[in-house]
């Protein structure tokens, strides 16, 4: 098994294509727009068993309007222009989760946050996820809101590396 990270300028069309097949399939991104996201992410993250993708993850460069929407829906108590990257997409295939894929994807993803705070997102009903970023530093948030496209909650995670000015 090999994880590999690339800026998306270094990754082929059919790497960005198979990205983008696996988020999708994930059920929890709004499609409007995501080839663009993906096109300007910091990094993105390929886990391989051989030729087989088997998760994907990704360090994104939110707009200040996806940061400031986030921070505000969730009466976040810090500065949002304090977090310049989100760690997000993070999807493993059906067959392969509970294997601990997720971690290896968040920890490579991490490494090009290169010391700098760094927020994600996650259902409130994913357990998994909350394990798997608190095991790397991330904590909750403000308070939990709902998702615009669907029913569900969202709860904002942030990972202080530097201290926030308040």
Same mark, same amino acid.
């Given at each position: 098994m090999s994880t590999v990270a690339k800026a998306p300028s270094k990754c082929s069309e059919e790497e960005k294509k198979i990205f983008f097949q696996l988020v999708k399939s994930g059920g929890e991104v709004v499609l409007d727009g995501l080839e663009d996201r993906?096109?300007?992410a910091e990094m993105l993250v390929f886990h391989y068993d051989g030729n087989k993708l088997l998760g994907v993850a990704a360090l994104k460069t939110p707009s200040s309007s996806r940061r400031n929407g986030v921070f505000?829906?969730? !009466?976040?108590?810090?500065?949002?222009?304090?977090?310049p990257f989100e760690l997000g997409w993070v999807v493993v295939t059906l067959q392969y989760r509970g294997k601990g894929l997720s971690r290896c994807l968040v920890e490579t993803a991490l490494q090009a946050a290169d010391g700098q705070n760094v927020f994600a997102v996650s259902r409130v009903d994913n357990a998994f996820m909350h394990k798997t970023l608190e095991r790397y530093g991330f904590t909750r948030e403000g308070r939990s809101y709902l998702s615009r496209r669907s029913t569900?909650?969202? !709860?904002?995670?942030v990972r202080l590396v530097t201290q926030p000015c308040i």
């Open positions: 993906i096109r300007t505000q829906k969730s !009466q976040a108590n810090l500065p949002e222009d304090t977090f569900h909650d969202l !709860q904002l995670f």
